[in-house]
């Protein structure tokens, strides 16, 4: 349990997507207990947010620890989003990082990115975010230790093995590598969030400035 | 209507929050002291969801343009109307033109201006409260600023003059030294509690950990001497929710609150019990916290208080308000 009112279920073993679809079978099948009111899927992790402390907590575990070993993987069939990047310059100062880190060059830092097909495995942080699986391994970059301050919303993002698009302009401690006009929130919308989990997006270069 | 006349930063619309929509990564906001708005909004027959101005720095000043009925609930300050002193948790109804000028707090940190019906702005995602990172709800989603109007949907009360004993003189606390500048909170270990060092484990609760100045609604950053990992670990994104006490890297821990993100990555050491969230609230820049550690049963047990002071104080409201009608001969039931 995290406090009263909240249960955190990780997943053993890697960042798959076939771990991730595995989550999001097991948010449906939680979806329908009467007593969670609000679930937070992360990466390879769930957040169950109950209306009332439950009796047993170690009911409920053993109902997800079951629901997970037994669950099929929830394919989600997303919509495909394009999305053109102005790579490197101001707005994605961190490329520079990212290089060093994976001792590749800008060029290929770039080629890299946009060479693979992204999948939202999760929404949240922000208004919108969507975490991304499908990062290269190779240009896996960790956390800044120091966060940048004032990161604009639109910084095409690499936080880990974790990708992303910031929602929000504000602190951010992911590198940032290139930018996108896009915007990823709108609450009054419906769907005010751009991306759902499952959607897949492919990212290609508008410009590229070093 | 009322118009603010004078504020500063970071005073707010808010209600008790935005829930459903953490899947979206949209936050829950809502006032930091819920008990608070809670009182306020049962001394003055609202619902439950009614919305209210939260005050995080004074003065603030507004004027009523029209008659009203309101309470100030959360901390203790000098406040007045028109001049004359009023209590805090009191209900008292304004006349059309009357001033209410609220100081700084004598004791607690945050005030609740609550109002008979509720504050009047946009329901955006199922609330009114703001959510300033994202720049929606509440008014316009920004802080209030001097010359903001805010729309009542209630009138004045028939009946006022009563109020509530506030939850510090009634609630008791965790016991925990005699140091009144020590605020003691109850916590339950949190998952990652075992990645930390047992020197450090037992570190998060001996420190009496100050509340840095870079503290505010997204959470409290504690300073003390740093907690350590036993080994350096890079999590996967998960869900996060008020009370989580999550550790950075440079080992200051820092106690997530209603405009916490839904998300985050560092580890988790400790959750502030629900129960106790409120006293965080009202905690002040530079005053200092201890941790203890309790169980999930005890954590559950502790929220019985509330809800009885809660449960008592609506029975109170509704007796004191219908013998007030009966002894003035008003009809009985006819509720504002």
Request: hydrophobic share 45%; aromatic share 6%.
């Amino acid at each position: 349990m995290i406090g009263t009112r909240a249960m955190l279920f990780e997943a053993p073993g890697d960042f798959t997507m076939a771990h991730q679809r595995r989550v999001w079978a097991l948010m449906d099948a939680a979806q329908a207990r009467p007593d969670v009111c609000e679930l937070i899927p992360g990466v390879t992790n769930l957040m169950l947010i109950f209306s009332a402390p439950p009796d047993s907590p170690q009911a409920v575990a053993d109902w997800l620890c079951h629901a997970w070993n037994t669950l099929p993987e929830r394919h989600i069939e997303g919509k495909l989003f394009e999305i053109g990047v102005r790579y490197g310059g101001a707005l994605g100062e961190d490329l520079a990082a990212v290089c060093a880190h994976s001792g590749l060059s800008p060029q290929d830092v770039i080629s890299i990115h946009h060479g693979s097909e992204y999948t939202v495995c999760a929404i949240g942080s922000a208004p919108g975010f969507g975490y991304l699986h499908g990062l290269d391994p190779r240009i896996a970059t960790p956390r800044k230790t120091v966060p940048s301050l004032n990161m604009q919303a639109g910084t095409v993002i690499i936080g880990g093995m974790q990708a992303g698009i910031s929602a929000l302009t504000g602190p951010n401690g992911w590198n940032s590598i290139g930018f996108t006009d896009l915007r990823v929130f709108d609450p009054y919308k419906q769907p005010p969030a751009l991306f759902a989990v499952g959607d897949r997006i492919r990212f290609y270069p508008e410009s590229i400035e070093l | 209507m009322i118009t603010i006349l004078e504020t500063s930063a970071l005073n707010t619309v808010q209600d008790l929050g935005r829930p459903g929509y953490r899947n979206l990564g949209v936050g829950t906001s809502g006032a930091m002291d819920a008990l608070a708005l809670q009182v306020g909004n049962i001394l003055l027959g609202n619902q439950m969801d009614d919305a209210c101005i939260e005050l995080q720095t004074y003065p603030f000043v507004l004027r009523f343009d029209a008659p009203a009925t309101f309470a100030v609930t959360g901390m203790d300050a000098a406040i007045e109307l028109d001049g004359r002193t009023i209590l805090p948790w009191m209900v008292e109804t304004a006349a059309a033109g009357q001033v209410l000028r609220i100081g700084p707090p004598k004791a607690g940190a945050r005030g609740y201006i609550c109002l008979a019906g509720g504050i009047e702005v946009p329901v955006v995602l199922g609330s009114r409260s703001t959510q300033l990172r994202g720049g929606f709800g509440g008014l316009d989603g920004r802080p209030l600023e001097a010359g903001d109007t805010l729309r009542t949907t209630g009138a004045a009360l028939d009946v006022a003059g009563y109020g509530a004993l506030p939850p510090a003189a009634v609630l008791d606390a965790v016991a925990g030294g005699e140091d009144a500048k020590v605020i003691n909170l109850r916590a339950m270990p949190a998952t990652d509690y075992t990645l930390f060092t047992p020197e450090a484990q037992q570190r998060l609760w001996d420190t009496a950990w100050r509340i840095t100045p870079q503290s505010n609604r997204v959470g409290y950053r504690l300073s003390g001497a740093p907690l350590e990992l036993r080994h350096r670990v890079e999590l996967r994104s998960y869900g996060v929710i008020a009370g989580i006490v999550q550790v950075p890297p440079a080992g200051e821990p820092i106690v997530q609150l209603a405009d916490a993100n839904t998300v985050g990555g560092y580890p988790r050491i400790a959750t502030v019990i629900e129960a106790d969230l409120w006293r965080l609230a009202q905690a002040r820049i530079g005053m200092r916290i201890r941790l203890h550690e309790c169980s999930f049963a005890e954590g559950v047990a502790a929220m019985q208080p509330v809800n009885a002071y809660l449960d008592d104080l609506r029975m109170m409201v509704a007796h004191y308000r219908a013998s007030a009608r009966s002894r003035a001969g008003m009809k009985s039931g006819a509720k504002a």
